[in-house]
């Protein structure tokens, strides 16, 4: 990368990031005067899902309603549970765009081989409750309600199966609570590296550079894409 090509993204970033600051003074202005006319939470209704049994997705639902602190209620969270309640834990996460429909074929298989299986839909996704803005949703969001949920049925030596960002959300956890689980199967998807590595090449200052087009292309995503 060039010296000019370099300084140009700097000052991109800079001139974004200052938005972004001007942004969330006026968003919560926005949200105050279009709150009225905009429901903060809504629910996908039941008659959505029909039909859904003739292609194996069969099995009762379960919800929760968990505390995320402060007397704030996170959006209700739906979840199957299936197999012997004493049985060995399998939690199954999904990806986008996908909900627990994705494990349909495989909760039979196991459940009859004596696990218990829980598989979550997180908010926003299947028959959890939705935000209606794109704001709310953030890896924290979903980190936290991972570790409220896990917390709240009480799972103990959890085999953990992850695909797509359910994988990325899934072994957050994992790396914050690994008394919890006892294996990881990682289907597609990622494991993040680390931006800035004190050993081998290339250098700090070239890994830095490297990595300023993507802080661009993050800020103005950040920027125009939640209002």
Known sequence: MTPLATVILVLAILFVT???????????????LTSSRLPTIVRTPEDRFLGLEDIGYNFPSNYLELNGGCGV???????LDEGPRDGKVILCLHGEPTWSFLYRHMVPVLANAGYRVVIPDFIGFGKSDKYTSAHNYTHELHMITLRLFIEELNLQN??????????????????DCPTLFSSVTVMN???????????????????????????????????????
């Open 18 to 32: 200052f938005l972004r600051f001007v942004k969330q003074i006026l968003h919560p202005i926005y949200r105050l």
């Open 73 to 79: 209620k996170l959006p209700r969270i739906h979840y």
């Open 158 to 175: 959890i085999n953990l199966v992850c695909q797509d960002w359910g994988g990325l959300v899934g072994l957050t956890v994992v790396k």
């Open 189 to 227: 998807t990622g494991l993040p590296s680390p931006i800035i590595s004190f050993s081998g090449e290339p250098s700090i200052p070239r890994k830095v550079l490297s990595f300023l087009p993507i802080t661009l292309w993050r800020s103005v995503v950040d920027l125009f894409g939640s209002w």
